[in-house]
């Protein structure tokens, strides 16, 4: 007994560095490689002669395999001489001292070799999304720029297995690299087993997602403009990129950035138990750093034009007043509908209950202004151009747009995942879509968002009155009259022609565009 648990501490103190300094070495150990073989040999002058030499598909293959390997390799001897390192500390300090306060490290055989499964899928993740950076990047010098940023979202996301809140199971195992460390740390530590559905549902959620980054690296590694020496431009900084007028990311593009926002959300999130004042971090590092700055990044690195991308264009007033009452009939009925299903005992509302309890405690020390801005417009604007703007947009050139409008609905509620919220975001998600869609500008989406946000932030302030209050259900019919009644104007007022969107409106979202990236 005393021995089980004095290797459960060990366990459960060096799992969680363990697994944290794994990721970040990993990260690390394929980023500078890939750099070298794709900016690297084309400043050379190797990269032409091997692209004669040989199909592309097996020269992107070749090298994804020699990243991935020094990829692992760097993971794996650092992961062991930190190892060694403890071991040989607890050496030091002589045999009784550490079991004297109860602790005792040790990495069973099983346990490392679960560990280099749990890289696997990860490492070829990165060595992918590395491959792609380094290809997208006109120089040697800015692709090492790119760290930063790249460095920044991983580390973040390696935080997972410090942070005593977050546990794998079926939500974090689909977040790329909060999975992987969430389950290096599970088979690390010795007091609980190890989930065996969450963690296989991680393998195979980051070796879908790191097949999806190949596929960008190939595509990348595929064009002539970026391959060739003569149009690299090397000395042309990232701020200085030349944009191809009327170029868009495409499918492969919007799921990648959704990738990363997602990982660096989540993890952010977690720290809210630990970071004294994290509210404050967490909201305007997520929406600045991350979903509009990472959305922002890539668009501006790949030369994408800035209109269609984030579909950036004016829309008649009309049209874009009516997206607020039509988007508040909507909520109301969502919210509404929360409360019955909470009530009901479908959904619950433990999670709920502790949210908003915080989110209340933080809106009672400010200003209606400072609320409004907090919580309605900086969400407003940062999440539709990632969303309705970057993510819909490369979707929908691809897969069209009721496909298009419902993913990228899903993926907005799931960054906003918790029970019953997940649905109610994909929800209003499907409305904030169809109006982008439908007017061809982002726009009424950002006023309709903001909106929304502004509303429960005004109602917040009456939670406490109104918490013993029916809602009688002619009120929700009313409200979902009317949403369709305001659906069917603004569908009229489009349709005419009356929201003034000049003639390539849709031509200029890309939508179909089969040969669009």
């Given at each position: 007994?005393?021995?089980?648990a ?19 070495m990993?990260?690390m150990?394929a ?8 900016s ?27 990243v ?5 390799a ?12 403890f ?12 079991a004297?306060?109860g ?7 099983m ?22 950076i ?8 800015e692709?090492?720029v ?14 997972a ?39 296989a ?6 070796t ?16 002539e ?33 959704w ?10 999130v ?6 004294e ?6 909201l ?18 790949s ?5 269609p ?6 829309v ?10 039509l ?14 299903s909470v ?15 915080a ?17 309605a ?22 897969w069209?747009?009721?496909?298009a ?28 879509g ?29 939670a ?5 209050l029916?809602v ?5 019919a ?14 009229r ?7 003034e969107?000049p003639?390539?409106?849709?031509e200029?979202?890309?939508?179909r ?5």
């Open positions: 007994g005393d021995v089980a004095a290797s459960e501490r060990g366990a459960f103190l060096l799992g969680r560095v363990l697994a944290m300094l794994a990721i970040l990993a990260a150990g980023f500078y490689p890939a750099v070298d073989m794709a690297g040999e084309r400043e050379r002058g190797t990269l032409e002669a091997l692209l004669a030499a040989a199909p592309r598909a097996d020269i992107v293959a070749s090298k994804l395999i020699v991935m390997m020094l990829c692992m760097t993971a794996v001897l650092n992961v062991a001489s930190m190892a060694i390192t071991s040989q500390v607890a050496s030091g300090l002589g045999d009784g001292a550490l004297d306060a602790i005792d490290f040790s990495l069973p055989p346990t490392a070799v679960i560990l280099l499964l749990a890289l696997v899928p990860t490492a070829a993740l990165f060595s992918a999304l590395s491959l792609a380094s290809a997208a990047a006109s120089s040697y010098r692709a090492m790119y760290m930063t940023p790249y460095i920044l979202v991983v580390t973040v996301a390696s935080y297995p410090l942070l005593p809140a977050l546990e794998l199971d079926a939500f974090t195992a689909l977040i790329p690299v909060v999975n992987t460390g969430l389950l290096a740390f599970g088979a690390l530590r010795a007091d609980a087993p190890l989930p065996a559905g969450p963690a549902l991680a393998l195979l959620a980051n879908v997602y790191a097949g999806l980054a190949l596929v960008w690296a190939a595509w990348m590694f595929g064009r403009g970026i391959l060739s020496r003569r149009s690299a431009e090397p000395g042309a900084p990232l701020w200085q990129r030349r944009v191809r007028r009327g170029s868009a990311p495409g499918v492969t593009a919007a799921l990648v950035v990738l990363l926002v997602l990982a660096a959300h989540w993890s952010l977690g720290l809210l138990p630990v970071v004042g994290a509210p404050w971090v967490t305007l590092g997520t929406q600045f750093v991350f979903v509009l700055g990472i959305p922002l990044l890539v668009a501006r690195g030369g994408f034009d800035p209109r991308t984030f579909a950036l264009r004016r008649a007033p009309k049209v874009a007043a009516l997206a607020v009452p988007v508040l009939c909507w909520s109301f009925v969502q919210l509404t509908w929360i409360r019955w009530d009901a005992g479908v959904w619950r509302d433990g999670d709920i209950a502790e949210r908003i309890a989110l209340l405690a933080l809106l009672e020390s400010l200003p209606l202004v400072a609320r409004l801005a907090l919580f417009a900086v969400p407003a604007c940062a999440e539709e151009l990632l969303f309705r703007g970057f993510i819909l947009g490369g979707l929908r050139r691809a069209g747009d009721w496909p409008i419902a993913v990228t609905a899903l993926l907005f509620g799931l960054l906003h995942g918790f029970g019953a919220q997940i649905i109610a975001a994909s929800l209003l998600g499907l409305v904030l169809w109006l982008v869609v439908r007017t061809g500008s982002i726009i009424p989406a950002i006023l309709a968002h903001f909106a929304n946000n502004a509303a429960v932030v005004i109602l917040s302030g009456y406490p009155q109104a918490a013993g029916d009688p259900w002619w009120s929700v009313m409200a979902l009259a009317g949403f369709v009644v305001l659906i069917w104007r603004l569908g007022w489009t349709s005419e022609g009356t929201n969107v003639a390539e409106s849709l200029s979202l890309g939508a565009r089969p040969d669009a990236r």
